[in-house]
């Protein structure tokens, strides 16, 4: 049975033994990017690669693009192959966020790449740690594949796109409630938000021990949040396109497929000062 949005670390410890099951370690901050990297250095998962959203997980940042602009389809494809991963992979992304970061992430760039065998591990690497399993500093001998992209574009929308969208579709903005209302804006040069855009912060989808609750209460969570709005009305947004995975992997672990993802999202909306800006609650 493939996993396609969590895993629990004891399952995952169980698999270990199996050449098709490869974990990726997305640890990263935005605040010091090789942070994840020295981490990875010191201790890591058995056997898992490193996945550095900058270099990896992302494409080069022009004058028009956000700060995480989605990588080239063939360039991910060939990591992801020298990291030993092929269609016949089960991945499982973690980070020490609970996925909030680059962990849900390289989820959904999976998915549009046409790979639905990734999951996340519930509660990241702080639940494995709690749960008493190994890590080691040793660094995994990859056995190089092929991995054959099928992106499908339909799952995600250009800035153009976000500005022609249909009246009943909805922007829902994954940042700090502070940043979205444009009270404070610790990255971007612009505070605000996209008029119009609901507000659901990426935090209250997980418990305080950082795991995501049940079912049920994510289900009620963006009921709340979006009404009787059906998923495939719904775009995330976010600083970069990001964190706004992590709201599209807690629709799809509620039951509620089919949202998509504004990948340039806020850093990309203000790249043009024409473009209009809203402060406040909409």
Same mark, same amino acid.
């Given at each position: 049975?493939?996993?396609? /949005?969590?895993?629990?670390?004891?399952?995952?410890?169980?698999?270990?033994?199996? %050449?098709?099951?490869?974990?990726?370690?997305?640890?990263?901050?935005?605040?010091?990017?090789?942070?994840?990297?020295?981490?990875?250095?010191?201790?890591?998962?058995?056997?898992?690669?490193? =996945?550095?959203?900058?270099?990896?997980?992302?494409?080069?940042?022009?004058? =028009?693009?956000?700060?995480? *602009?989605?990588?080239?389809?063939?360039?991910?494809?060939?990591?992801?192959?020298?990291?030993?991963?092929?269609?016949? /992979?089960?991945?499982?992304?973690?980070?020490?966020?609970?996925?909030?970061?680059?962990?849900?992430?390289?989820?959904?760039?999976?998915?549009?790449?046409?790979?639905?065998?990734?999951?996340?591990?519930?509660?990241?690497?702080?639940?494995?740690?709690?749960?008493?399993?190994?890590? /080691? =500093?040793?660094?995994?001998?990859?056995? &190089?594949?092929?991995?054959? %992209?099928? %992106?499908?574009?339909?799952?995600?929308?250009? /800035?153009?796109?976000?500005?022609?969208?249909?009246?009943?579709?909805?922007?829902?903005?994954?940042?700090?409630?502070?940043?979205?209302?444009?009270?404070?804006?610790?990255?971007?040069?612009?505070?605000?938000?996209?008029?119009?855009?609901?507000?659901?912060?990426?935090?209250?989808?997980?418990?305080?021990?950082?795991?995501?609750? &049940?079912?049920?209460?994510?289900?009620?969570?963006?009921?709340?949040?979006?009404?009787?709005?059906?998923? *495939?009305?719904?775009?995330?947004?976010?600083?970069?396109?990001?964190?706004?995975?992590?709201?599209?992997? =807690?629709?799809?672990?509620?039951?509620?497929?089919?949202?998509?993802?504004?990948?340039?999202?806020?850093?990309?909306?203000?790249?043009?000062?024409?473009?209009?800006?809203?402060?406040?609650?909409?």
């Amino acid at each position: 049975m493939n996993h396609t /949005t969590l895993i629990d670390a004891p399952t995952l410890h169980a698999r270990f033994d199996n %050449p098709d099951w490869i974990v990726v370690d997305c640890r990263f901050s935005l605040a010091d990017p090789e942070a994840g990297r020295r981490a990875y250095r010191d201790s890591h998962l058995p056997g898992a690669r490193y =996945a550095h959203l900058d270099e990896d997980l992302s494409g080069p940042v022009t004058p =028009a693009t956000g700060r995480h *602009p989605l990588p080239e389809p063939e360039r991910l494809a060939q990591k992801l192959g020298v990291w030993g991963i092929d269609r016949d /992979t089960q991945v499982v992304a973690y980070d020490d966020m609970g996925g909030m970061l680059a962990a849900a992430r390289l989820w959904w760039l999976l998915r549009w790449l046409g790979h639905t065998a990734c999951a996340v591990l519930d509660g990241g690497l702080p639940a494995w740690r709690r749960a008493g399993l190994p890590l /080691t =500093a040793e660094m995994p001998s990859a056995r &190089p594949t092929a991995f054959a %992209p099928r %992106p499908d574009d339909r799952l995600w929308l250009s /800035t153009e796109q976000v500005l022609a969208l249909p009246a009943a579709d909805v922007l829902l903005d994954a940042r700090a409630a502070a940043r979205y209302r444009g009270e404070m804006e610790p990255i971007d040069p612009v505070a605000g938000h996209i008029p119009g855009a609901l507000n659901l912060p990426t935090d209250g989808n997980l418990t305080p021990d950082g795991h995501f609750p &049940p079912v049920a209460a994510l289900r009620a969570r963006f009921a709340a949040a979006l009404g009787d709005r059906p998923p *495939p009305t719904v775009i995330h947004t976010c600083g970069s396109g990001v964190t706004a995975c992590h709201n599209l992997l =807690a629709m799809e672990i509620a039951g509620l497929g089919g949202s998509r993802l504004y990948a340039g999202s806020w850093s990309e909306w203000i790249r043009d000062p024409r473009r209009a800006v809203a402060v406040g609650v909409d």
